[in-house]
């Protein structure tokens, strides 16, 4: 069975006829071509597909795409600003050692950049339990904690 849904992704209304089996994370990747959203485990156990929908951080891979008729999507790419301005979490990720090989960068950035909306000052138990459903192999998450302390002084800055 095939449905039109009508969703805000990354601040533009689309649309868009989906299967009843159909995930998010294949609509964001198939049909609109946004693939810094990244399949992984496919089980909602890595983290790697986190996307945010109406500002929570959500396992794409898991989320039927049915249910987001209505609602607002944002993914990696929806964080670059007006000139290709990265987000400050993108900034901090870079400057600061949180990517490696990168496969598990746009989802904790997603999941990093809820945390910072719900909490602009979290301590490092705070980040580690807002990234506690991301997984990376790479890093042993001590640049990815620093990455996102940096964020959040840069974006109080920003905000001051
Ligand atoms: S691919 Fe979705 S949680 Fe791993
Ligand atoms: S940077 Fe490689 S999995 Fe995290």
Redesign the pocket.
């Known amino acids: 069975m095939k449905k039109l849904i009508s969703f805000t992704l990354n601040g533009h209304e689309v649309s868009a006829e989906v299967e009843s089996h159909r995930m998010l994370?294949e609509l964001l990747r198939e049909t609109f071509d946004l693939k810094g959203t990244?399949?992984?485990?496919?089980?909602?156990?890595?983290?790697?597909?986190?996307v945010l929908v109406d500002g929570v951080n959500v396992?794409?891979?898991?989320y039927p795409a049915f249910e987001i008729e209505g609602k607002s999507v944002t993914t990696v790419e929806g964080l670059i600003g007006e000139g290709n301005k990265l987000h400050p979490v993108q900034k901090s990720f870079v400057e600061r050692g949180g990517i490696q090989c990168g496969f598990c960068s746009p989802?904790m950035i997603m999941s990093a950049t809820a945390l910072l909306k719900d909490n602009p000052s979290p301590g490092d138990e705070e980040i580690k339990r807002g990234i506690s459903?991301n997984l990376c192999r790479c890093t042993g998450y001590v640049q990815i904690v620093e990455s996102i302390r940096n964020a959040a002084e840069r974006m109080r800055e920003n905000a001051g």
């Open positions: 994370l990244k399949p992984g485990c496919g089980q909602g156990e890595c983290g790697a597909c986190t396992d794409s891979c898991l989802g459903g």
